[in-house]
Every structure is written in structure tokens, then in C-alpha cells.
Nanobody, 126 residues
Framework: QVQLVESGGGLVQAGGSLRLSCAASGRTFNSFEMGWFRQAPGKEREFVAALGSGWWDVNTYYEDSVKGRFTISRDNAKNTVYLQMNSLKLEDTAVYYC?????????????????WGQGTQVIVSS
């Protein structure tokens, strides 16, 4: 089993940048694929970004509103996945969660993610 801890959230002005980190514990980190989700106040949790599954899918996946602004990456040596967020907008304000899924699960579907972090708050101000 893997445990996930997010960090890097905070208050930032619109147009600014933040990098979220998700540190994973456990020796099985390499067997999971990772994604980021977010939940804005009063809204349901939604998909943000994910890494593809295994050696057969080297793609990255993004929700349309963050394409070109957010980048997901992974450092297996550090057991960490990142979400670089640039050109932040007011509507990016949310609690951001990283999550782990089995590689056989599709990257965009929450139901396939079996392990979740506690979340990190991102607030974008005008």
C-alpha cells in the first residue's frame, strides 16, 4: 500500500505559479500511476491531470481548462509526483488532491484511484 502527502499549496495572485508536490511512502510507488484532482468550494471533485499507465502509455492527460498551464511529472527516485501550475486563474482556487491508481485503470476516472492524499489548499487572488 502507498500513502500520499501533498504540499506546496498556498495563496498566490492571479497569473502566478505554484508547484504542488505529492510524496509517496512505501516501496510499491513504482507500481502505481498518479493523478491530480481538485475540489472547489461548493463543487464536486474533478480531474485535473494524470500520467499515463505503464510503459505502453507515455502520455499525460489534462482537464481542458488547465491544458498549456499545468504540467504533471514524476520523479521515481524521490517517490514524488509534481503539479506545476502556471498562469493561475481565480477559478483554479480549490483543494488539490493527488491520488494513486492501478495502471489498468483509466487515468481520468476517479473511481479507479484507490489511494488519496489529504489535500493541499490553493487560493488564487485577484
Amino acid at each position: 500500500q502507498v500513502q500520499l502527502v501533498e504540499s506546496g499549496g498556498g495563496l498566490v495572485q492571479a497569473g502566478g505559479s505554484l508547484r504542488l508536490s505529492c510524496a509517496a511512502s512505501g516501496r510499491t510507488f513504482n507500481s502505481f500511476e498518479m493523478g491530480w484532482f481538485r475540489q472547489a468550494p461548493g463543487k464536486e471533485r474533478e480531474f485535473v491531470a494524470a500520467l499515463g499507465s505503464g510503459w505502453w502509455d507515455v502520455n499525460t492527460y489534462y482537464e481542458d481548462s488547465v491544458k498549456g498551464r499545468f504540467t504533471i511529472s514524476r520523479d521515481n527516485a524521490k517517490n514524488t509526483v509534481y503539479l506545476q501550475m502556471n498562469s493561475l486563474k481565480l477559478e483554479d482556487t480549490a483543494v488539490y488532491y493527488c491520488a494513486a491508481r492501478d495502471p489498468s485503470s483509466p487515468p481520468r476516472h476517479q473511481a479507479g484511484y484507490t489511494t488519496w492524499g489529504q489535500g493541499t489548499q490553493v487560493i488564487v487572488s485577484s
